[in-house]
């Protein structure tokens, strides 16, 4: 090991512009969506990011160290900068100006998009699904993909939310991506009848009168959960298409908990029995 990192270290030359092209393009996959989805690369930021997203079988098309970074967790990056199509070096104080994380690892990649993210999903009558409408917050849709993904659920749809690749819902997710069958949708309304069509029970969780309480979501059978956007939840056509509303019940004074907090309560009544 220790004759590997010295040999290596000798022939590093750490980048210190922001204007080299090879940083200009990661840098430019960080910040913008259209650069993404034109590339269909990700941009990914953190050694645990970079390390999951290899472990699911997505390679490094170009990895981005700073010497300190490689040092510090060689066992582990040592591997990954041997399989990576490229390794580009960069200085500590680059890397800090250009990540977006408050703690700065040094650690970036760009690596093909994975083939999760497909555009439609086979429903199974005794399938567990998620169903997004218009949830915006980075953090949170990765949070809820992150857990739906941990729980076990068989896919999740996504209608008119965040951007799935952003740097932020890719760090929120922890990997959850790697990991579950996502489609986007334009329109929920043609996925809820194809659920209903298969067997599948529809939970819309929204406040209403005589709404069924969490438990209801852990009967056998197929099952499917709707949440809506952080502010306005669910628009009522799409709870009027449900077979039922689900909701968590509170105590006074409190209207909602946060989508993403809602969102893993529901995920694990419906699916702690698989």
Sequence with gaps: MDDVMTQVFRDIRPVTSRSNP????LDDLLRRKKAREESRLLALEGRRLVLDAWAAGLAPQTLYLTPEAWQKAFAELEPLRR????????????AARIGDTQAPQGVFALCPQPPTLIDTLTIR???RYLLLHQ???????????RTAAALGADGAFLCDCAEVFSP?????SMG????LPIALVNSLDPILDRLQQAGVATFAAALREGAKGPGALASVGGRAVLIGNEGDGLPED?????????????KSGSDSLGASMAAGILLWEMLKER
């Excluded at 090879?22 to 393009?25: C, D, H, K, L, T």
């Excluded at 399989?83 to 680059?94: F, I, P, Q, R």
């Design 125 to 127: 009558a005794d399938g």
């Design 238 to 250: 799409l709870i009027s298409a449900c077979s039922h509303v689900v909701m968590l019940p509170m």
């Design 22 to 25: 090879q940083v200009r393009r």
């Design 168 to 172: 932020k819902v890719l760090r929120a």
């Design 135 to 145: 949830v915006r917050d980075p953090g949170n849709l990765g949070s809820i993909l």
């Design 83 to 94: 399989a990576a199509g490229e390794v580009v070096w960069l200085e500590a104080s680059l």
């Design 176 to 179: 959850g991506l790697w990991r």
